[in-house]
Protein backbone atom coordinates (compact mmCIF):
# COMPACT_ATOMS: atom_id res chain seq x y z
CA UNK A 1 0.00 0.00 0.00
CA UNK A 2 1.18 3.41 -0.45
CA UNK A 3 1.82 5.86 2.47
CA UNK A 4 -1.47 8.02 1.29
CA UNK A 5 -3.44 4.86 2.02
CA UNK A 6 -4.86 4.50 5.52
CA UNK A 7 -4.30 6.60 8.99
CA UNK A 8 -0.42 6.32 8.27
CA UNK A 9 -0.13 9.40 6.58
CA UNK A 10 -2.07 11.75 9.18
CA UNK A 11 0.53 11.16 12.00
CA UNK A 12 3.65 10.58 9.75
CA UNK A 13 6.39 11.96 11.12
CA UNK A 14 9.55 12.25 9.05
CA UNK A 15 12.93 12.95 10.68
CA UNK A 16 16.88 12.64 9.96
CA UNK A 17 19.02 10.60 12.51
CA UNK A 18 19.07 14.09 14.39
CA UNK A 19 15.61 14.92 14.96
CA UNK A 20 15.41 17.45 12.13
CA UNK A 21 13.13 17.34 9.24
CA UNK A 22 14.65 17.13 5.63
CA UNK A 23 17.80 15.90 3.89
CA UNK A 24 20.95 16.58 6.16
CA UNK A 25 23.92 16.62 3.98
CA UNK A 26 26.12 14.41 6.57
CA UNK A 27 25.27 11.36 6.90
CA UNK A 28 26.05 8.99 9.36
CA UNK A 29 28.64 6.14 8.83
CA UNK A 30 27.43 3.13 10.22
CA UNK A 31 29.64 1.96 13.12
CA UNK A 32 30.31 -1.69 11.68
CA UNK A 33 32.32 0.64 8.55
CA UNK A 34 34.18 2.73 11.76
CA UNK A 35 35.15 -0.77 12.55
CA UNK A 36 36.19 -1.97 9.37
CA UNK A 37 38.01 1.56 8.75
CA UNK A 38 39.85 1.55 11.72
CA UNK A 39 41.30 -1.97 11.53
CA UNK A 40 41.69 -1.62 7.23
CA UNK A 41 42.24 2.36 6.71
CA UNK A 42 43.36 1.56 3.19
CA UNK A 43 39.40 0.53 2.63
CA UNK A 44 37.09 2.58 1.27
CA UNK A 45 35.02 1.79 4.23
CA UNK A 46 31.96 0.75 2.68
CA UNK A 47 30.21 -2.48 3.67
CA UNK A 48 28.46 -4.81 0.80
CA UNK A 49 27.00 -7.83 1.35
CA UNK A 50 28.96 -11.01 -0.08
CA UNK A 51 27.69 -13.08 -2.79
CA UNK A 52 30.59 -14.97 -4.46
CA UNK A 53 29.78 -17.73 -6.51
CA UNK A 54 26.51 -17.05 -6.17
CA UNK A 55 26.49 -17.73 -2.80
CA UNK A 56 25.61 -14.95 -0.23
CA UNK A 57 27.40 -15.42 3.11
CA UNK A 58 26.61 -13.33 6.30
CA UNK A 59 30.53 -11.38 6.02
CA UNK A 60 31.04 -8.23 4.36
CA UNK A 61 33.30 -6.95 1.66
CA UNK A 62 35.14 -3.85 0.90
CA UNK A 63 36.63 -2.66 -1.81
CA UNK A 64 40.90 -1.20 -1.25
CA UNK A 65 42.49 1.68 -3.35
CA UNK A 66 43.15 -0.80 -5.88
CA UNK A 67 39.43 -1.80 -6.61
CA UNK A 68 40.56 -4.92 -5.11
CA UNK A 69 37.35 -7.33 -3.00
CA UNK A 70 38.56 -7.49 0.61
CA UNK A 71 36.15 -9.78 3.06
CA UNK A 72 35.79 -9.43 6.82
CA UNK A 73 33.78 -10.89 9.28
CA UNK A 74 30.84 -9.33 10.91
CA UNK A 75 32.57 -8.19 14.35
CA UNK A 76 29.18 -9.77 16.30
CA UNK A 77 30.16 -13.67 15.14
CA UNK A 78 33.50 -13.47 14.50
CA UNK A 79 34.90 -17.01 12.90
CA UNK A 80 31.71 -17.85 11.45
CA UNK A 81 29.29 -17.26 8.38
CA UNK A 82 26.20 -18.76 7.41
CA UNK A 83 25.37 -19.26 4.00
CA UNK A 84 22.50 -19.31 1.55
CA UNK A 85 22.30 -19.98 -2.09
CA UNK A 86 20.86 -16.90 -4.07
CA UNK A 87 18.70 -17.64 -7.67
CA UNK A 88 18.47 -14.05 -8.05
CA UNK A 89 19.06 -10.67 -6.52
CA UNK A 90 16.36 -8.87 -6.96
CA UNK A 91 17.21 -5.34 -4.97
CA UNK A 92 20.29 -3.41 -3.86
CA UNK A 93 20.76 -0.06 -3.16
CA UNK A 94 22.51 2.30 0.19
CA UNK A 95 19.81 4.09 1.97
CA UNK A 96 20.99 7.34 4.27
CA UNK A 97 22.08 4.43 6.89
CA UNK A 98 22.52 1.44 5.31
CA UNK A 99 23.44 -1.22 2.67
CA UNK A 100 19.93 -2.68 1.54
CA UNK A 101 19.66 -6.12 -0.48
CA UNK A 102 16.83 -8.07 -0.97
CA UNK A 103 17.39 -11.43 -3.26
CA UNK A 104 15.63 -14.69 -3.87
CA UNK A 105 16.94 -17.82 -2.09
CA UNK A 106 16.73 -21.06 -3.55
CA UNK A 107 15.36 -22.79 0.13
CA UNK A 108 14.49 -20.08 2.32
CA UNK A 109 12.51 -17.68 -0.05
CA UNK A 110 13.33 -14.05 -0.21
CA UNK A 111 15.55 -12.54 1.91
CA UNK A 112 16.00 -8.76 3.51
CA UNK A 113 19.45 -8.35 4.50
CA UNK A 114 21.06 -4.85 5.72
CA UNK A 115 24.70 -4.52 5.97
CA UNK A 116 25.22 -7.85 5.28
CA UNK A 117 23.33 -9.05 7.84
CA UNK A 118 19.80 -11.17 7.49
CA UNK A 119 16.89 -9.43 8.80
CA UNK A 120 14.29 -12.07 7.55
CA UNK A 121 13.45 -14.99 5.02
CA UNK A 122 9.91 -15.51 3.84
CA UNK A 123 10.60 -19.34 5.31
CA UNK A 124 11.53 -18.18 9.30
CA UNK A 125 10.23 -15.15 9.56
CA UNK A 126 7.26 -16.14 11.38
CA UNK A 127 9.28 -17.40 14.29
CA UNK A 128 11.04 -14.26 15.42
CA UNK A 129 8.16 -12.16 14.34
CA UNK A 130 5.00 -14.15 16.18
CA UNK A 131 7.74 -14.13 18.96
CA UNK A 132 8.65 -11.11 19.54
CA UNK A 133 4.81 -9.82 19.02
CA UNK A 134 2.78 -12.44 21.05
CA UNK A 135 5.65 -13.04 24.43
CA UNK A 136 4.80 -9.31 25.45
CA UNK A 137 1.51 -8.84 24.15
CA UNK A 138 -0.23 -12.37 25.64
CA UNK A 139 1.43 -11.61 28.75
CA UNK A 140 -0.68 -8.31 29.60
CA UNK A 141 -4.90 -8.93 29.90
CA UNK A 142 -6.15 -6.54 26.52
CA UNK A 143 -3.21 -4.44 25.83
CA UNK A 144 -4.44 -0.74 23.85
CA UNK A 145 -1.71 0.99 22.91
CA UNK A 146 1.88 -0.64 21.72
CA UNK A 147 4.83 1.20 20.64
CA UNK A 148 7.33 -0.81 17.63
CA UNK A 149 11.36 0.47 17.57
CA UNK A 150 12.03 -0.32 14.53
CA UNK A 151 10.40 -3.26 12.59
CA UNK A 152 10.31 -1.48 9.15
CA UNK A 153 9.40 -4.69 7.15
CA UNK A 154 5.85 -4.28 8.70
CA UNK A 155 6.13 -7.90 10.03
CA UNK A 156 5.38 -7.27 13.73
CA UNK A 157 2.75 -5.08 12.63
CA UNK A 158 0.95 -7.53 10.70
CA UNK A 159 1.09 -10.06 14.19
CA UNK A 160 0.28 -7.15 16.48
CA UNK A 161 -2.97 -6.70 14.29
CA UNK A 162 -4.18 -9.71 15.32
CA UNK A 163 -5.15 -8.13 19.02
CA UNK A 164 -8.32 -6.59 18.83
CA UNK A 165 -7.98 -4.81 22.29
CA UNK A 166 -5.32 -2.77 20.52
CA UNK A 167 -6.68 0.67 19.64
CA UNK A 168 -3.45 2.46 18.77
CA UNK A 169 0.34 1.43 17.54
CA UNK A 170 3.11 4.18 16.98
CA UNK A 171 6.05 2.37 15.09
CA UNK A 172 9.15 4.57 14.71
CA UNK A 173 11.43 3.46 12.00
CA UNK A 174 14.58 5.53 10.73
CA UNK A 175 14.99 4.19 7.47
CA UNK A 176 12.53 5.12 4.86
CA UNK A 177 14.22 2.70 2.31
CA UNK A 178 13.22 -0.64 4.48
CA UNK A 179 9.68 0.16 4.93
CA UNK A 180 9.81 0.61 0.59
CA UNK A 181 11.22 -2.12 0.23
CA UNK A 182 9.31 -4.27 2.37
CA UNK A 183 5.88 -3.09 0.54
CA UNK A 184 7.38 -3.88 -2.60
CA UNK A 185 9.25 -7.17 -1.61
CA UNK A 186 6.90 -8.56 1.00
CA UNK A 187 3.58 -7.49 0.75
CA UNK A 188 2.16 -9.99 3.71
CA UNK A 189 4.68 -8.35 5.97
CA UNK A 190 4.26 -4.69 4.83
CA UNK A 191 0.59 -5.24 4.63
CA UNK A 192 0.88 -4.64 8.72
CA UNK A 193 1.08 -0.52 7.86
CA UNK A 194 -2.69 -0.68 6.23
CA UNK A 195 -3.79 -1.35 10.07
CA UNK A 196 -5.92 2.28 10.35
CA UNK A 197 -4.49 1.81 14.31
CA UNK A 198 -1.04 1.99 13.05
CA UNK A 199 0.51 5.76 12.94
CA UNK A 200 4.04 5.57 11.21
CA UNK A 201 7.27 8.01 12.65
CA UNK A 202 9.96 7.76 10.21
CA UNK A 203 12.83 9.02 12.78
CA UNK A 204 15.66 8.60 15.43
CA UNK A 205 13.79 5.91 18.30
CA UNK A 206 15.68 7.70 20.96
CA UNK A 207 14.63 11.20 19.33
CA UNK A 208 11.18 9.46 18.99
CA UNK A 209 11.35 8.54 22.69
CA UNK A 210 12.68 11.74 24.20
CA UNK A 211 9.10 13.44 23.28
CA UNK A 212 6.62 10.28 24.01
CA UNK A 213 4.49 11.59 27.27
CA UNK A 214 5.64 9.34 30.51
CA UNK A 215 3.06 6.17 31.00
CA UNK A 216 2.06 6.43 27.26
CA UNK A 217 2.72 2.53 26.10
CA UNK A 218 1.37 -1.00 27.57
CA UNK A 219 3.96 -2.51 25.61
CA UNK A 220 6.62 -1.81 23.78
CA UNK A 221 8.79 -4.18 20.97
CA UNK A 222 12.13 -3.36 19.87
CA UNK A 223 12.21 -4.86 16.60
CA UNK A 224 15.93 -3.95 16.28
CA UNK A 225 19.00 -4.64 13.94
CA UNK A 226 22.16 -5.63 15.30
CA UNK A 227 23.81 -3.46 17.87
CA UNK A 228 25.98 -2.21 15.18
CA UNK A 229 25.47 0.59 12.10
CA UNK A 230 22.29 2.46 13.26
CA UNK A 231 20.99 -0.31 16.17
CA UNK A 232 24.09 0.98 17.89
CA UNK A 233 22.35 2.93 21.10
CA UNK A 234 19.29 0.59 21.77
CA UNK A 235 21.27 -1.74 23.48
CA UNK A 236 22.29 1.17 26.06
CA UNK A 237 21.02 2.35 29.29
CA UNK A 238 20.21 5.94 28.61
CA UNK A 239 17.68 3.87 25.98
CA UNK A 240 16.42 1.52 28.27
CA UNK A 241 15.90 4.19 30.50
CA UNK A 242 13.33 6.32 28.27
CA UNK A 243 11.43 2.80 27.05
CA UNK A 244 11.04 2.16 30.78
CA UNK A 245 9.23 6.04 31.43
CA UNK A 246 7.30 5.39 28.21
CA UNK A 247 6.20 2.42 29.57
CA UNK A 248 2.73 2.62 32.47
CA UNK A 249 3.27 0.97 35.83
CA UNK A 250 2.86 -2.65 34.90
CA UNK A 251 3.70 -2.11 31.23
CA UNK A 252 5.92 -4.67 28.64
CA UNK A 253 9.04 -4.52 27.27
CA UNK A 254 10.17 -7.17 24.83
CA UNK A 255 13.41 -6.34 23.02
CA UNK A 256 15.89 -8.37 20.18
CA UNK A 257 18.46 -10.10 22.41
CA UNK A 258 20.35 -11.83 20.20
CA UNK A 259 21.98 -15.41 20.34
CA UNK A 260 22.96 -17.42 24.08
CA UNK A 261 25.50 -19.69 21.97
CA UNK A 262 27.10 -16.05 20.76
CA UNK A 263 26.90 -13.36 23.02
CA UNK A 264 26.95 -14.54 26.70
CA UNK A 265 28.10 -11.12 27.94
CA UNK A 266 25.66 -8.83 25.70
CA UNK A 267 22.92 -10.53 27.22
CA UNK A 268 24.42 -10.75 30.89
CA UNK A 269 25.01 -6.42 30.55
CA UNK A 270 21.79 -6.43 28.85
CA UNK A 271 19.91 -8.04 31.91
CA UNK A 272 22.11 -6.07 34.37
CA UNK A 273 20.93 -2.81 32.67
CA UNK A 274 17.46 -4.10 32.57
CA UNK A 275 17.26 -5.25 36.70
CA UNK A 276 18.14 -1.73 37.51
CA UNK A 277 15.42 0.13 35.44
CA UNK A 278 12.89 -2.88 35.53
CA UNK A 279 11.70 -3.50 38.82
CA UNK A 280 8.49 -5.68 37.93
CA UNK A 281 10.63 -8.48 36.85
CA UNK A 282 13.33 -9.30 33.82
CA UNK A 283 13.18 -12.35 32.00
CA UNK A 284 14.92 -13.84 29.00
CA UNK A 285 13.39 -16.03 26.36
CA UNK A 286 14.31 -17.57 23.18
CA UNK A 287 13.14 -18.92 19.61
CA UNK A 288 15.06 -21.16 16.75
CA UNK A 289 15.45 -19.11 13.63
CA UNK A 290 17.46 -21.32 11.16
CA UNK A 291 18.76 -18.05 9.36
CA UNK A 292 19.82 -15.98 11.93
CA UNK A 293 23.65 -16.34 13.24
CA UNK A 294 23.75 -19.68 15.16
CA UNK A 295 20.28 -20.75 14.50
CA UNK A 296 18.49 -18.95 17.52
CA UNK A 297 17.60 -15.42 18.75
CA UNK A 298 16.47 -14.23 22.23
CA UNK A 299 14.13 -11.84 23.83
CA UNK A 300 14.79 -9.33 26.77
CA UNK A 301 10.86 -9.08 28.29
CA UNK A 302 10.86 -6.89 31.22
CA UNK A 303 7.71 -5.27 33.06
CA UNK A 304 7.70 -2.20 35.05
CA UNK A 305 6.62 -1.74 38.36
CA UNK A 306 3.03 -2.01 38.94
CA UNK A 307 0.05 -4.60 38.81
CA UNK A 308 2.23 -8.26 38.72
CA UNK A 309 2.61 -9.59 34.94
CA UNK A 310 3.58 -13.46 34.88
CA UNK A 311 5.43 -14.07 31.77
CA UNK A 312 5.55 -17.83 32.25
CA UNK A 313 2.17 -18.22 32.18
CA UNK A 314 0.39 -15.79 29.40
CA UNK A 315 -3.09 -14.26 31.15
CA UNK A 316 -3.99 -12.65 27.64
CA UNK A 317 -3.52 -16.27 25.56
CA UNK A 318 -3.62 -16.36 22.09
CA UNK A 319 -5.38 -19.38 21.56
CA UNK A 320 -8.40 -17.67 23.36
CA UNK A 321 -8.38 -13.95 21.53
CA UNK A 322 -11.26 -13.54 19.02
CA UNK A 323 -9.99 -12.76 15.26
CA UNK A 324 -6.58 -13.95 16.35
CA UNK A 325 -6.70 -17.03 14.47
CA UNK A 326 -9.31 -15.86 11.30
CA UNK A 327 -5.87 -13.57 10.62
CA UNK A 328 -5.19 -12.88 6.80
CA UNK A 329 -1.97 -15.09 7.85
CA UNK A 330 -2.03 -18.56 9.89
CA UNK A 331 0.28 -18.38 13.03
CA UNK A 332 3.03 -20.82 12.18
CA UNK A 333 5.24 -20.96 15.28
CA UNK A 334 3.53 -19.07 18.36
CA UNK A 335 1.29 -21.18 20.58
CA UNK A 336 0.67 -20.94 24.45
CA UNK A 337 2.84 -23.92 24.58
CA UNK A 338 6.14 -22.44 22.75
CA UNK A 339 5.50 -19.63 24.69
CA UNK A 340 6.14 -20.99 28.24
CA UNK A 341 8.51 -23.43 26.74
CA UNK A 342 10.55 -20.33 25.68
CA UNK A 343 12.00 -19.40 28.82
CA UNK A 344 13.51 -22.73 29.87
CA UNK A 345 16.89 -21.90 29.48
CA UNK A 346 19.76 -24.41 29.27
CA UNK A 347 22.27 -25.22 31.88
CA UNK A 348 25.35 -23.44 30.46
CA UNK A 349 23.00 -19.81 30.02
CA UNK A 350 22.67 -20.31 33.53
CA UNK A 351 25.82 -20.33 34.58
CA UNK A 352 27.03 -18.00 32.23
CA UNK A 353 24.22 -15.49 32.77
CA UNK A 354 24.07 -15.25 36.68
CA UNK A 355 21.09 -13.19 36.69
CA UNK A 356 19.16 -15.45 35.05
CA UNK A 357 19.17 -17.53 38.21
CA UNK A 358 17.94 -14.70 40.76
N1 LIG B 1 20.88 -11.09 13.61
C1 LIG B 1 19.66 -10.59 13.02
C2 LIG B 1 18.71 -9.98 14.00
C3 LIG B 1 17.61 -9.30 13.26
C4 LIG B 1 16.55 -8.79 14.13
N2 LIG B 1 15.59 -7.96 13.43
C5 LIG B 1 14.85 -8.58 12.44
C6 LIG B 1 13.80 -7.70 11.83
C7 LIG B 1 12.59 -8.46 11.43
N3 LIG B 1 11.40 -7.72 11.57
Known amino acids: MGEDAGRGLECQKIMDGKGNNGNSSQKAIPSCCLKARASAPELEAKCHSTVVSGWFSESQSSSDKAG ?22 LYKARSDYQEVLVFESSS ?13 TEKDECAYQEMITHLPLCSIPSPKTVLVVGGGDGGVLAEISRH ?25 LAAGFEDPRVCLHVGDAVEFLRNVPEGKYDAIIVDSSDPVGPAQELVEKPFFDTLARALRPGGVLCNMAESMWLHT ?49 PINPIEKLE ?24 SFLKREVRLLCD
Open 323 to 346: GAHQHKRELRYYNSEMHKAAFSLP
Open 108 to 120: YGKVLVLDGIVQL
Open 265 to 313: HLIDDMISICREIFKGSVHYAWASVPTYPSGVIGFLICSTEGPAVDFLN
Open 68 to 89: KMVYFNNPMWPGEAHSLKVESI
Open 164 to 188: SSVEHIDICEIDRMVIEVSKKFFPE
